[in-house]
C-alpha cells in the first residue's frame, strides 16, 4: 500500500502483516508500467510506439534534454552519497539494449555510472548460487548500475532451456514449475532487501515483436559493419519466441513490485524507446530530491576567511 507520507512507499509483508518499513520513493507511473497484481499481458503489451508520437528529430532533442538532465542529477546522487540506483534491461536479441544503455549514458560522468553485462556463466559463478555473480556487481551509494541482463536471466533462458540446469549442480530435485516459483519469491526477497538500503531499483523490459526482430537480423546479414553482430544461435532462439513470450509473462508479474517495479517499453522504435527509458530514469532521479551536501558548521563560518585569503594570494605580484 502507498503510505499518506508523500515520496515513500510502505510495503505489505508477504505473510499478510503490514510492514512497519518505509521503503524508496515511488517509481514513475505512466502506461508502460507492469501492474503489481499479476494483470499484466505480454500479448496485450504494445511493441510500437502511440500514433501521435512525435518526429525522430523532436524525439532525439528531447534525449538530448533528458539525458543532459540525468546527467546532473547523478551528479547530485553522487555528491548526496545515500542511494545508489540499479537499472536492469532484459530483451530478446536485437531489441536495442545496448544502443539504449549507450544513449542513456553518453554525457553522464562515468565515475558514477557502472556498466556490466552478463553471458553465459562461468565454472565459478556456476558454483555459488544464480544471485551471487549480479550481487558483486552492485553499484556502490551516490553510483548509478547498469546490469545487460541480470539474474532475471535464470527465469527466462533456463526457463525455455531447463536443461542448463545441469550445469548448476542444484542440491535439490524440485518440480520446474517449484523451482520458478522459489527463483521468483527469491528475486523478490533480494530486490526488497536492496530497497531498504537504499538501492533505487528501475527495470526495463524492451518489448520488441518478432517481424521487427527479424528486419534487424536482416539488417546485419546484409551490412558488412554489422556482421559481427550476427549470430546462428540467434536464430535458433527465434524459434522458442512464443516458450519466452511466456517466460516473460510469468517474470514480470512475478517480480514487477512497488520497490522494484517492471516497464515494458515498446521497442519497434528505437528513438521513442531511447526516450521513454530515459525519462523514467530522470523522473525517478527527480523524486530522490537530491540535495548537495552541506559544510561542516565550523567550516561554512570560516568560508568567507578561507576566500578572502584565496584572493590574497592572486593579488600577489
Known sequence: MWSRSPGWVRLDASHGRRSPLLVGHPAPAG??????????SVAQAPTAPPEQVSDKNELKERLVEAVDEIA????????NDRYSVLLVFQAMDAAGKDSTIRAVATGVNPAGFQVFSFKAPSKEELDHDFLWRTSRRLPERGRIGVFNRSYYEETLVVRVHPEYLGGQRLPRTVPLEDLWMERYASIRDHELHL????????????NVSRDEQARRFLRRIDRPDKNWKFQSGDI????????????????????????????????????????????IIRDQLRALELPYPQLPVKERAKIGEFKTALESELELP
Do not use: C
Not at 31 to 40: E, L, T
Not at 195 to 206: E, M, P, Q, S, Y
Open 31 to 40: 502506461p508502460y508500467r507492469v501492474p503489481h497484481d499479476g494483470s499484466f
Open 72 to 79: 546532473d542529477l547523478q551528479e547530485r546522487l553522487y555528491a
Open 195 to 206: 530497497a531498504r538500503n537504499g538501492t533505487v531499483i528501475l527495470k526495463f523490459w524492451l
Open 236 to 279: 535458433a532462439e527465434r524459434a522458442h519466441w512464443e516458450d519466452y513470450m511466456s517466460a516473460y509473462d510469468h517474470t514480470l508479474n512475478a517480480t514487477s513490485r512497488a520497490w522494484a517495479p517492471w516497464y515494458a517499453i515498446p521497442a519497434d522504435d528505437k528513438p521513442f524507446m531511447r526516450l521513454t527509458v530515459a525519462e
